[in-house]
Structures are given as structure tokens and as C-alpha cells.
């Protein structure tokens, strides 16, 4: 492999990550090496946090164990995928519950917020009901993606209308643009 091509920084870290693997008797450089030369560097781009979906499946699983039941099924899954000269680099490993619904709620609530933030530019209010809260919580409610589906699904109900309905001109400084529920849908309104 030509190295010329990469930078200084790139090509530390691969020179370094082949001299794991053979410090190791590993035949080949793993990605795990790559990254422990990574996370050797000084001020290199390896950042202090690193987050995996690797126990995603225990995770959805483990509802009915306690915190250390978790953790010890989590800490096996990693175990068995990473060497231990790697675990032994991390500083900590902090686990996630799966989202309830109550967690994309309070999401939800912040997303809005931030729209509300947006509209107060234009002179808008924005004014969201009960009903429509949970029809966007409900409708993107999946344990298996967390809350990005969140995101989408505000955007794609209530953003992209709100902003068709503003290029119309349906909404005036001093408005508020009230989100309501009607049925499977989301309608907006001038309030």
C-alpha cells in the first residue's frame, strides 16, 4: 500500500496499527488495531467517546434484569467481539436502556421546543395539543432505532407543511400556528 497518499497523521497511525497486530503475532491488521493506534495518538482524531449498537440485541432483551444482570450480559457480548488489550483502553463503559415512550415524550418536547425557538424568529407561536403529542410519539415509537425516527417524523408532519403553509403566506407575524390531531393526521391551523 502506497502511504504517500494519506496524511502524516494517517500514516502514523497505520504504520503504528502494523506494528500491533506483530507485536500480537496477529497475520493481519484488524480495524481493532487501527483503532487502539487511533486512540494512541496524541491530539489525533480518535475521539475519547466511542458508542456501538454491538449489545443492542441483549439490550431489547433485558428488560426484566437488574442494573448488574445488564451489565454482565452487556460486558460478555464485548468481550466475546473485542480483545481484551483494547477493553483494557477504555476508561469506562456507561449502558443505555432501550426508550420508552416516555422517553420520546420529553424528546418530542424538546424538538418542539426548538421549533417554537425558530418560529419566535418569524414572530410566530407555536402551540401543539395533547393529542397531536402523542399521535408524533406513537407514530414514531420503535425501540430498535431509539429516537431518530423522532426527528423524521416531526419533520415530515409537521416542518415540511409548516414551512408550505408559510411560503403560502397562510401564516402572519403575530400568529399562532396551533398542531393538532384529526384522526391519523396532523393538521395545522391558525390560532
Known amino acids: 500500500m ?3 497518499r494519506f496524511t502524516l497523521k494517517t500514516q502514523e497511525a497505520l504504520e503504528r496499527s502494523r506494528a500491533i497486530a506483530e507485536e500480537r503475532n496477529h497475520q493481519e491488521i484488524a480495524p481493532e488495531h487501527i483503532l487502539l493506534a487511533l486512540l494512541e495518538q496524541e491530539d489525533g482524531v480518535a475521539v475519547g467517546i466511542l458508542t456501538s449498537n454491538l449489545a443492542a440485541h441483549e439490550i431489547m432483551e433485558a428488560e426484566d434484569l437488574d442494573d448488574a444482570g445488564f451489565r454482565e450480559r452487556v460486558d460478555a457480548v464485548l468481550r466475546h467481539h473485542f480483545r ?4 483494557n483502553r477504555l476508561d469506562e463503559t456507561i ?3 432501550r426508550l420508552t415512550e416516555a422517553d420520546m415524550t420529553a424528546i418530542l418536547d424538546r424538538q418542539l421546543a426548538r421549533l417554537e425557538a425558530t418560529l419566535a424568529k418569524r414572530n410566530l407561536k407555536l402551540s401543539v395539543t395533547d ?6 410519539s406513537k407514530e414514531s415509537y420503535d425501540p430498535r432505532f431509539g429516537a431518530r425516527p423522532l426527528a423524521r417524523t416531526l419533520q ?3 416542518q415540511n407543511p409548516l ?3 408559510l411560503l403560502a ?3 402572519a407575524d403575530g400568529d399562532v400556528v396551533e398542531v393538532d390531531a384529526a384522526g391519523e393526521g396532523i393538521v395545522l391551523s391558525r390560532g
Not at 481484551?84 to 477493553?87: N, Q, S, V
Not at 393529542?131 to 408524533?136: D, R
Request: charged share 30%; glycine share 8%.
Open 2 to 4: 502506497n502511504l504517500d
Open 95 to 97: 449502558l443505555f436502556r
Open 131 to 136: 393529542g397531536a403529542k402523542t399521535l408524533l
Open 84 to 87: 481484551p488489550e483494547f477493553l
Open 169 to 171: 403566506g397562510d401564516f
Open 156 to 158: 415530515r408532519r409537521v
Open 163 to 165: 414551512a408550505a403553509r
